[in-house]
Each structure stands twice: as structure tokens, then as C-alpha cells.
């Protein structure tokens, strides 16, 4: 679904992206972690065709990405920059329906649906500024599934909201990719979050960045924020890829806290 | 509380009155009559008409009239002109490039002394009047949109990419609107720029109008008049600009909201 084979990026004389190469197949939910400022924004801008990578090469489904793909969808993490502050939450979610082809009256229905899944089916009139950071978070989450995409990218999405939120957010995102059967990437700094979410966790190491590991992480479809987390397997792969974040090889037999 | 504060704030005005009438009736001077005397005769001016007319009198209609009209037309004139040419320059790098030195040429020259060339080019003390005026204040409508275009949020203009908006989309659903405070902050002003360049405009290249009654009534030594005109613009640029700021506070809602909660 999902093909980067050796993506290489420079500012200037700068190289932020070394030669990085990841798949994901169709469904899954392939979290990429590293330190800050190691070029994970870069990654996703090039995916998403915002930026033009100076090597390298982006496949969705098959076709180069040239220019922006039009089934693909992408949350930022900061929502208050992304969501348009003159819109209620259901045209937000509705606006980018225009290109699917449908009249108003359907677009409207798709936001109220997309709004019902992320729980805001009471929220569709407020504007974003009457929410809270969580629930426009939801609305920027509702107007990626609205517009069934594809492949789903989302940056640092729960950066920007406290630990509480943060859980229902990731509880929220593992069930509508699950449900949508989404291909979906996901950029974090947070060792936990890439484990308890993805399906498999990509460890970049600092700029410029490269694969350091590649992880599956096999801890079965249905997790749960306690449950999940206190998983023998669950440790040992945090911890791992804990020690790859902090520059360590994956043979290393250190525990590290964090 | 409101009622209060509002009282408290505007226990001057009340105050500078008197003090006024009472300076001015002890002074005797006929360049300064006394307020009650200006009220008296701007009541006698404007207000004594039939009730079917609202009490206004047919030199109210002709003083007020054409210079309202000519201040409507000239702001919703300038008005309609800057803000497309504005969206176009700041959206055109190029554009941009080669106009930024005409407008601040332009903005530089003083609008009243292009009356005379407005009417020799002009004839008519009309077309030239609104020229004049839609000159004065199309700069900061201009400057604003500009500045209102090239400024919009990166993420609002990648978000739109990424959703493969239309340019008409872009244009309409996210540049206009995240430029409309800038816009209407460019409009408030050249709003009592207008009031400005009409009476300036009226008194050069007049024939009817408040400026025109102004210029009259001080050649004729006729003061009180002359103060009447000066107190009724000063309530005109007064009532303008409430207007204006009781629609801005309904069209930019979310602007003044999102920057309290943020």
C-alpha cells in the first residue's frame, strides 16, 4: 500500500532524511518513532507530497507521489492551526466532501456520521474555539474519516492534549482504523504511544535520519490502556525500542527506565 | 454595573459643554457662539420640517443627501477595488513585485492636491469628488488586504492542499476569511478617511453638500452655521464608526472569540 524506498531529504546543505525506507501494508498502523527534531515531520510532508524529497522515491498504492494524492488525509498536531476557526465543526468536516461529488444535503449527512464515530454528535454547530484541545483534535480525526482516504498520516495528533485525552484519543484512533481498515502512519516522539498503538513501530535514529529498527510489535488487535500496558511483551518492546530512540543497538541487555 | 461605568465615562462630555457656554457667552465672540445657540440652529437648519419628512427640512436633503451618497459610493467603491486588487497582489508574488512601488508612490501623494487634476481630467465636480475620495482612502483598504493574504496561516493553506481544495474553495472558504480581520480593520479606516476627503473634496470642488454649506457659511460670517456643519460631522464620523463596529463585531465573531480562548 504504503512504499518509501530510500527517501533522502537536505535543506540546503543540511540532510535531515538519510535514506529512509518503510512499507506498510494495506490496514495497517505503522508507528514511527525517534528523537525530536530528527527529520519525522519531513518524512510525512514528503509522503504527503507537500514537499518534494531531494531523493528517493513514495509509492500509495502503487502510484508515485508527485504532486498531493487525492486519497490521502492528514491530521497535524496542532489542531487549532489545522481546523478553520470560521467554521462550525460540521463544515469543517464537510468542506473537503466537495471534491467527493456530493450535494450538501449528503455532505452534511457524511460530517454528522463522521462526528457521531469521534462521540461529537452533540458538537456539530460549535465553532472550534468553543471545544476544548481534545474534542478539536475528534473534529480534525472526523474530517480525515469523512474523507475516506486511503492512507491516513497523522503528526505528533495527540501532542497538543493532556494524559487523559491522550488515551481516549489513542483508544479512539486504534478503533476507527481498525473499523475503516485504514492504512494509516503515524509519526510520534513517544516510545509508549508507538507501542500501544501500532501494528508495527519504525525507530529513526537522530538527523539525519535513518531506519534504525523495524519492529513488529504483535501484541494482538484488542488493547486496553491498563491491561495492554502492564503485558510482559508490552515492556520488553518498550523498552527496546526505548534504547533505539536513545542511540542504543537492539542487542543491547541494559534496562533503561523512562 | 454597565449603567454606572457608562455614567462614569461619560460625565465629560456633559461637563465640557457647559464649561463651553459658559466660557463662550463671557468671551462674547462672534467667531465662537455658544453650543446652545449652534444646537439652536442646527435644530432651525436641519430638524424644523414637516413630520412627514421625519422633521427634516429640504436643507437638510440638500446638505445631507448628495454628500452622504458621494460617501457611500466613494468608501464601497474603494472598498470593492482594494480588496480584489489586494487579493490578487498578495496572492502573486509577482504581482506583488511589480506593484509594491506604484502603491507606495501612490499612498505617498497627498489626495487633496489631486483635485484640480481629478477635475480638469474630470469636468464634472462629481466623478471628480469620488475620485478623489476613492483615491484618499483605497490605501490602507489595499495595504491591509495584502498584508491579510500574504499572512494566512501555513497550515490553513496545507491543510487545504492536502484536501485537494478548488482555488475558488481556497480563495473564498480560507484566504478571504482569514484575511477579513485585516480587511476590516483597512475599511474602518478608510471609512473616516472618507468623512475627510468628502468635505475636503466638497469645499475644492463643490456644488452642494456639508462641505460646500461649510465653506458658505464661513464666507458669509455666518459662525453659527459654520460650528452647526463642524458639530454634525463630528456626530456623522461618530455614528459611522459605531455602525461599523456593531457589523464587525457580528461578521468576525469567531475572530474575537478564537483570541480570548487561545
Sequence with gaps: MLEITDLVHSYGSHRVLDGVSIRAA????????????????TLLRSVAGLIRPTGGRVLIGGQPVDRIPDNLAV???????????????????????????LDRRRRREAATAALDQVGLADAADKYPWEMS?????????????????SLLLMDEPFGSVDAQTREDLE????????????????????????????????VLTRSPARVAADLPVGLGDSRDQIATRQLDAFVRLRAEVGRLVRGGSSTSTVLEKH | ??????????????????????????????????????LARMGEMWLSGPPAHLLLTEQAMDDFGPSLARLFAGWALAAVLGVAAGIAIGCSPRLSGYLDPLIHLGRAVPPPLLVPFFLALLKLSTPAQLTTIVFGIIWPILLNTIDGTRTVDRQHLETARIFGFSTAQRLTRVIVPAAMPKIFAGLRLALSLALILLIIAEILAGSGGLGYRLLTAQRTYLYTDMWGCLVVLGLLGYLLNSAFLLMERRVLAWHRNARQTT
Design chain 1, 133 to 149: 484541545g481534545g474534542m478539536q483534535q475528534r473534529v480534525s480525526i472526523a474530517r480525515a474519516l469523512a474523507y475516506r482516504p
Design chain 2, 1 to 38: 454595573m454597565n449603567v454606572i461605568r457608562a455614567v462614569g465615562r461619560l460625565w465629560l462630555v456633559p461637563v465640557t459643554l457647559v464649561v463651553w457656554e459658559v466660557a463662550t457667552r463671557a468671551a462674547e465672540q462672534p467667531f465662537f457662539p455658544p453650543p446652545s445657540a449652534t
Design chain 1, 26 to 41: 494495506e490496514g495497517e498502523l505503522v508507528c514511527v518513532v525517534g528523537p525530536s527534531g530528527c527529520g519525522k515531520s
Design chain 1, 171 to 202: 483508544d479512539l484512533v486504534l478503533r476507527v482504523c481498525a473499523h475503516h481498515g485504514m492504512t494509516t502512519l503515524l509519526i510520534t516522539h513517544d516510545i509508549d504511544e508507538s507501542v500501544y498503538v501500532g501494528d508495527r513501530v519504525v
Design chain 1, 75 to 101: 491530521v497535524f498536531q496542532d489542531y487549532s492551526r489545522s481546523l478553520y476557526p470560521w467554521m462550525t465543526a460540521a463544515n469543517n468536516v464537510a468542506l473537503p466532501l466537495r471534491r467527493r461529488g
